[in-house]
């Protein structure tokens, strides 16, 4: 026989507590003591009640609901991408909130996508000059938090969370100036994004405040996130300076773990030794397997967690859900973590 499903006032009339309450247990967006928490959670459990979103929606006009905007090609997550998500989840989660994960085929990102999207906010990762995603959420009135700078035209303010990649930059050319490296190859991020601009611009200035002229096979950018050579982005770059250009190269910043895998494979194929011949650098690897790779790989912590995290919150806030005040960037920091590919000349 069909059972009628309960609803919150059977839970809140027999825990002895108002539909308020009831509300806030579920959404935790008001604390509530701890035995009128476990009353609440209890009598639910008995009477096989869950909250219903979609009814909640209608009368708050929300929906409880944010999106994690990612674009992505033929390739699996990284390290660094599934600890920022694990940040969004678990920060989102204890407003009430769920996480609408959207994967964004590149060939794709300049549809409309967003125009009907079930969502009160959104985080938009890696963002590029001139972001579609930035343009059609900024058109629809959807707050958004974007993870690094928006570099929009006609966008007004925006909200960003990022590490500050210039100090970054900077900090890593010190680091490998003071151990007597002057001929460094940067294989850094697509062209088109953000951080690479703002990379470029401290690598840039900080050789040149080292008085370290910058020619042009120092820098490399990293193919279309489609592209056929992506996965391998490092291999042919690494060859061609070393090998064909025959340039002096005694240090290599990497953008990322698979990028600084690729360079070097390729040093090995040249019958290059790292550290001792060529020492390697990377920005944004994963922790776990840096110290297992052999050598173990000198890298920074970006605190992909953290980041999530603080996104979230500032798009809590821009949502009315946390009240105080809040900056319009966040910047989490990074710290170099030493290991053993990177050594004096």
């Known amino acids: 026989m069909f059972q009628e499903m309960a609803k919150i006032d059977d839970v809140a009339r027999l825990a002895n507590v108002s539909k308020g309450t009831v509300s806030n247990v579920f959404s935790q967006k008001r604390p509530t003591s701890k035995e009128v928490t476990e009353r609440v959670l209890s009598v639910s459990k008995e009477l096989n009640y869950t909250p219903n979103h979609i009814a909640r929606s209608l009368v708050t006009k929300k929906t409880q609901a944010i999106g994690l905007t990612i674009p992505h090609g033929n390739f699996f997550f990284s390290a660094f991408h ?94 490998l100036i003071k151990l007597g490296h002057r001929s460094i190859m940067f294989l850094n991020a697509g062209e088109q994004m953000t951080v690479s601009k703002e990379r470029k611009n401290g690598f840039v200035q900080t050789l040149a405040s080292q008085r370290i002229e910058v020619e042009e096979y120092m820098i490399h950018h990293k193919p279309a996130i489609d592209a056929s050579d992506y996965l391998n982005y490092g291999y042919k770059e690494t060859v061609n300076v070393l090998k064909r250009l025959d340039k002096k190269v005694t240090a290599i910043i990497a953008d990322d773990d698979r990028t600084a895998f690729s360079a070097m494979n390729a040093l090995k194929d040249l019958g290059l030794n790292v550290p001792h011949d060529i020492s390697v650098f990377v920005i944004c690897g994963d ?29 809590m806030h821009r949502l009315g859900v946390l009240k105080g005040s809040y900056p319009e960037q966040v910047i989490v920091e990074s710290r170099i973590v030493e290991r053993n590919s990177c050594v004096p000349i």
């Open 82 to 175: 599934h600890q920022f998500i694990n940040g969004v989840i678990l920060e989102a989660s204890r407003y009430g909130f769920r996480v609408l994960l959207d994967m964004i085929p590149q060939q794709e990102v300049k549809t409309p996508f967003l125009s009907n999207y079930p969502i009160d906010g959104a985080v938009v990762m890696s963002p590029a000059v001139e972001d579609e995603r930035i343009r059609l959420l900024d058109a629809k009135n959807i707050p958004f938090v974007a993870i690094g700078k928006v570099m929009n035209g006609g966008i007004g303010s925006s909200l960003s969370v990022d590490s500050d990649n210039r100090k970054i930059i900077g900090d890593i050319c010190r680091y």
């Open 287 to 315: 922790l776990s397997i840096m110290h297992q790779s052999s050598p173990s790989l000198t890298s920074m912590d970006l605190q992909p967690s953290e980041l999530g995290m603080q996104s979230v919150k500032l798009l």
